[in-house]
């Protein structure tokens, strides 16, 4: 991963657990005077989406637009390990023609939690089916999240209960003219 | 009942706790309510983060120096003329307060709630030589009169229960004649506790945090009721974690307003206790005898292993009360008196993971809990740990861990097998596929799908759309 990355300017991801990892991974190199550096340099120059575009390009208004009603999930480590909170917020306020609606319990995983998914597959199952009741109870029309595993989880079983809430990734948000 | 309170599978009582509907609305109602409380006092207290750093600072010296305030603990004791005994395992501790028991031809012992004691099964022990034990916290008794039923949170014992259950309890057991509103069932149960209070041969409590410069035992309760306990027995026990200790008052004082702020959104709670020694000659309160036993029993088998954090643990119940996975299954699916992160950490270096390898993985890893923690314990990242020890001493990952991992890492591993994976995917999977969806997967994600919909593979990768993109836009 270093070796593909390190030469670019910026790196760039759509997902707040994969920042956490690009960030997290120098621990693995701890003792090693080559690597460690390497892993470093990374971590000090991967962003998340949201975050790049607000505190490093400074834009807060990317001219997109969208009609409807919509509530946002902020995913656990995007908000808790990265701590990136109030950027996607930002980004969506100035979105034309959309309404946010706070998610109730908003702070509550998902349920995904990678392998937890399946390997507790009954626990996450109430988990998410949580998460789509607290979904449906804003009225919203679309989901919004940062993090492609929760929108994932939380998509699949809101169409699975036959929910016709529209699951978006912001990026798609942020890109819809 | 020891720390181990069932023999249940893991998964058995996952599935029958999470049928259970009230237990479900009892925990959610409280994690609600008690999330708030406690956001709600650390934004009142202000600079929170600097008091956690000052509590996490706190407990790791004292860890990192826990043989010599230890020693100075029980040398300041003994000069005040109490008894000290080091237990290294549960065993010794209750054959301890046994020999005590004996001693005095007691009969009947109170006790204010304790986690060690719940620990080490004291409670059995005792009731086995014959002895009538009362607890005296509303929790501990509300269970100790549902015939035993085992505490299912750190802090609120009885946290499972809801008032209507609550009633009944009482009035089978107590025949209990009013509501179910709180206020006349604590009234009732004080009354009955009052009766036994002044009856009482000897007290039992645990601790809070002892203060090696003194040789004392803080407590911190609700309902004032360790004070009673400690107050009229003639003969007073302390039951104490070995790690449950700070150098001074001063250090005391900090790691109170982090537990009563992170336990129960309070400044303070209403009592606070300091115990030193027995009665001297001119006081006229206390007990004439006061015993310190300080416990192992596997505590010091932690101290210099990377899971040592795990002792700064103050027992507040913050992780629990934010844990979305315990707001499901409750405590009892821990088959432990520790439920919840500190619970899935703890349990398994105390009791083995013979009996407790489930735990670290009934996690998301989504860290709410080390967010939580007023001492910073990185509970997500032990979890994580324990499962790396937990591969590394089997040689391989459960089965379920392995078939997990095969659906999400299958061919993402080498550039040109993702790469042409990706590109193929949309067809490979298209028998499966109707309306852009999977609801029905094959191999590894047959779990997955099991529960919810697939997305199937777009028709169009993002690298193939970023060069359209480029294109468009005369770049390329
Ligand atoms: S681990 Fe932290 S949050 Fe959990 S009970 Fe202990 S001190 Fe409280």
Known sequence: ?177 | MAMKIGNEKFKDNVNKQMEDTFMRGAVAGAQERLRTRRLDAAEELGNWEEWRSHGEEIRQHTLDHLDYYLQELSENLQKRGGHVFFAATAEEANDYVKSIVKEKRAKKILKAKSMVTEEIGLNSVLEQEGCDVIETDLGEYILQLDDHDPPSHIVTPALHKNKEQIKDVFTEKLDYKLTSKPEELALHAREKLRQEFLQADIGITGCNFAIAESGSVGLVTNEGNAGMVSDLPDTQICVMGMERIVPTFEEFEVLVGLLTRSAVGQKLTSYITALTGPRTAEEVDGPSEFHLVIVDNGRSGILGTEFQSVLQCIRCAACINVCPVYRHIGGHSYNSIYPGPIGAVLTPLLGGYDDFKELPYASTLCAACTDACPVKIPLHQLLHRHRQVIVEREGRAPISERMAMKAFGIGASSNPLYAAGSKMASSVMKPFTKDETISKGPGPLKAWTEIRDFPAPNKERFRDWFKQHEKENGKA
């Open chain 1, 1 to 177: 991963m270093i070796a593909t990355f390190e030469d670019a300017e910026v790196i760039v991801t759509p997902s707040g657990s994969c920042a956490t990892m690009f960030k997290d991974y120098q621990h693995v190199f701890q003792d090693d005077p080559e690597w460690r550096p390497r892993a470093e340099r990374l971590a000090d120059k991967t962003y998340e989406l949201t975050e790049f575009i607000v505190d490093v390009l400074g834009i807060e208004d990317v001219g997109a637009k969208l009609e409807g009603i919509a509530t946002y999930h902020p995913s656990c480590h995007m908000t808790r390990l990265l701590g990136v909170k109030d950027a996607p917020m930002k980004l969506l306020s100035h979105v034309e023609g959309l309404e946010m609606q706070p998610l109730p319990n908003a702070q509550n995983c998902c349920g995904f939690g990678g392998t937890f998914s399946v390997k507790m597959g009954n626990i996450s199952e109430q988990m998410v089916d949580e998460k789509v009741d607290s979904v449906t109870e804003t009225k919203a029309s679309y989901l919004i999240g940062a993090d492609g595993g929760c929108l994932m989880n939380i998509g699949g079983r809101m169409q699975r209960r036959g929910k016709p809430v529209k699951v978006m990734h912001i990026a798609e948000v942020l890109n819809s003219r």
